[in-house]
């Protein structure tokens, strides 16, 4: 009878738990990315490899970015936040598991008491003392059975509810990173195109006295040096513009670095080589979803709403307890740890549902749409997530094809420039011509900068995309 009895209580245990088929019923598949990906490795450009490494910005070979992402990680408050979100977690998943085992309490009292004349101990037995001196020292032990899971699941839910904090604490960091590089690299465009700006506004300036000195002569339209003198002003704008880029990208460093926005900071001018090829990680369709924290964490919030599904269905069985008391209790002091001072009470007790208005019905109701709700938004996630990394790397292959094209125009501006400095050596052309032309490159070179950080932005993107250098684990589920 006893084995048939626990026979029972596993099979419905176990139907109280919400099945793998259960979990997985409106889960969409990982979406295929390999005709994007194929298209993508026919450019030269691109290469298929390694996914990136947890320290995935140590491949720019700039220091200055590395020490900068170090200190970010480390002080960055939307971080140390997540941080805390998971001791918290921690601590009420321990908070939760002690409902699996037995909880004993000691307790110790003291009652002086005036008994009234009517009251009940005096009522029934007149030779009961006017003041009453109790001492009770108690050691109070109670558990509830787990039969149907309800604890177990809690535990369980809870365990996920942190896996779901770290793998969140994994993609603030890799948000707070990409960020923090990609501004980076804006703010060294920035300086270098101010370089230029300057240069520009320069040889705008000479343009527009040349445009003068001519007009002064009556040999030019006093219309063509209106238009010069428009053109030095549009230069200054953009110097100013320009400036308030660089200000504003020095503060975004510094609050992702979590420090004041007007700390200095030091950067130098200009853009690095970037690699010729842009990497795009094997196995991109099949891997994506243990590579993005987002995702993962969306899973782990999954998984916890299933546990609380099954905790909820336990509520419909009997709640099975067991409480004891052990302990001494006296009403005078030198008796009170002698044996006849002993007392005992064993409490088994038996609570099962008969009528809730539906409340219990309701509850579990709730848990199965909040579970359904999470899926769903799992679904949405997965495919914007697929969408996001296709998307960046069509933006890759016009990024890198256009920097291209642009190093060849800059070229061929820059040759067309030098002959006609050369022409003017030798008298054939004037100096407005050269400094028209020394105009025309100037701007192609502020749109090949514009293309440089672009690739940059490229490479960045596609690492968030895929997730940075993190690595979820399924099999913890």
Known sequence: MRKTLIILLSVLSACLRMSEEEQRKNLIAEPNLEPTVTQSLEMPFFSQGDWPKAAWWEEFGSEELDQLIVLSLAQNPSIQNVRFKIEQAKERANSARSKLYPLVYFDADGNWDFVSNQGIERAYNPAFPKFAKIIDLTLSFSYEFDFWDKYRNLFRAALSVEQSQRAELAQTELITAASLARTYFAL????AKEKIYRELYAVRKKIALLRQLLLDEAIDDLRILLLSNERVEEASQWLNSIAEEVAVDRHLINILAGKGPDDPISVEAGLPDLAPTLTIPENLSIDLLVRRPDLMAQIWRVETLAHEVGAARANFFPSINLANIVGLSSTIYHLLFSSSSFENLLTPSLSLPVYTAGDIQANLDAKRAEFQSAVFLYNEMILKSAEEVVDTLVFARTAFAN????????????????????????????????????????????????LAYGRYAAVIALVKAVGGGYIGKMDEK
């Open 188 to 191: 060294k465009t920035n300086l």
């Open 403 to 450: 920097k291209l094209d642009q190093e060849w125009i800059v070229k061929q501006a820059s040759k067309r420039l030098n002959l006609t400095e050369l022409r003017l050596a030798h008298g054939l052309d004037n100096a407005l011509q050269t400094l028209e032309q020394k105009d025309e490159l100037l701007q192609k070179e502020l749109a090949d900068l514009d």
